[in-house]
Nanobody, 127 residues
Framework: QVQLVESGGGSVQSGGSLRLSCAVS????????LAWFRQAPGKEREGVAA?????????ADSVKGRLSISLDNADNPNALYHQMNSLKQEETAMYYC???????????????????WGQGTQETVSS
């Protein structure tokens, strides 16, 4: 049973930084794509960053240069991290960790019935 548990959310002022973590357990596949998504109030969920087992990464244009996605261990990840700087008020959202067995980068971000999800952690950016 794959389990993803996010932590590290909270409140921060605009321009500040926040680091999120996602504990990964029960993932036994040799290949993976681990990602961060977010959903702001009244908006659709969007992918913000992803990393695969080759070490390739992708970032949404809106966060490039401000967000870094990383793993504790590329061979057998137990934790996924999200370090975001220069936060904006409009980035207030619920942030979710997601896992898939593979990714087609030309189609990312994508979601399907085989995507595993965490419960989310709230990040609030105030002015």
């Amino acid at each position: 049973q794959v389990q993803l548990v996010e932590s590290g959310g909270g409140s921060v002022q605009s321009g500040g930084s926040l680091r999120l973590s996602c504990a990964v357990s029960g993932y036994t596949y040799s290949s993976y794509c681990l990602a961060w998504f977010r959903q702001a109030p009244g908006k659709e969920r969007e992918g913000v960053a992803a990393i695969d087992d080759y070490g390739s990464t992708r970032y949404a244009d809106s966060v490039k240069g401000r967000l870094s996605i990383s793993l504790d261990n590329a061979d057998n990840p137990n934790a996924l991290y999200h370090q975001m700087n220069s936060l904006k008020q409009e980035e207030t959202a619920m942030y979710y960790c997601a896992a898939e067995r593979s990714v087609v980068w030309s189609k990312w971000p994508d979601e399907d019935e085989e995507t595993y999800w965490g419960q989310g952690t709230q990040e609030t950016v105030s002015s």
